[in-house]
Structure formats: C-alpha cells, structure tokens
C-alpha cells in the first residue's frame, strides 16, 4: 500500500466541498499527512459568431483577489487542528487545474466532493469531479455532501 504523504483537496466553497476537507483532514490526522487546499476559476469569455467578449484586466483583478481570499479565509478557519495545511490558486479549466496541482505537489490522494447533479443540470455543467476521476494519474476518492447525496 502506497503511504499517503500529501493530500489534495479542491474546493468550491460550498458545504459539499467542506465535508470532503473534513474528511481529508480526518485521513490526514490519521496518517500523518500534508493537505494542500487548492481553488481554480474560470475568466468569463462570451463568444459571438464576430469574436468574443473579455473580461477587463480590472473584473480578472477582482475575480482573482476574491477566490483568494475565500481560500485563505478557509485556510484559516481549519487551522490549528495540528495538520500542515497549504492553499493554491490557479486559473483554469477545474479539473485540469486539479489533475496540474496534483502532479506538481506529487499528491499520493485526491479528495473531491461530489454534488450528485443529475439530469440536464449534470448535462450543462458537467462534473468537477466525473473529469478529475476520468482523467486523473492520481487516486481519487469521492466524498458525498453531509446528507449523503451523490
């Protein structure tokens, strides 16, 4: 069996994200582990058949300094449970972000929370967490929110 040195843990911010940090910490603390806390957003771009919309440097400026004070703010809150906790923000496509920040720390262990969207709200927005277990190099496990939805 692989030794779990490092943990990756994305978040959203929501509550399903937060029960799979809990999670994460609770393996962490049994293990000995490092958990890494990371957030990727998206820039908006609206296409038109002429071109397409951008955001200002200013909206980028906002969007990027708002998703990392929500990540600090959660970095904060979960510290001083005695577990090496880092943060990393990056912009891009989610699942990709993941799979990059994965490698790059050499993470031994994903944990994602899953929402459990069916129907055509899964067909319009896809899943975080589908993509990262498809394309993941990395083990992955799937924490459901604290209701037990999948």
Known sequence: MT????????????????HAIDWALGMAAKVGATVTLMHSYELPIIGFPDGAILPTPDIASHIADASRSALDATVKRLGGRGIALESVLREGVAYEEINAVAESIDADLIVIGTHGRKGLARALLGS?????IR????????????????
């Open 3 to 18: 030794e779990l040195r490092r943990i990756l843990v994305p978040t959203d911010f929501t509550e399903t994200s937060d």
């Open 128 to 132: 975080v967490a589908e993509n990262v």
């Open 135 to 150: 394309t993941a190099s990395r083990p992955v496990v799937t924490i459901r929110d604290k209701h037990g939805h999948a």
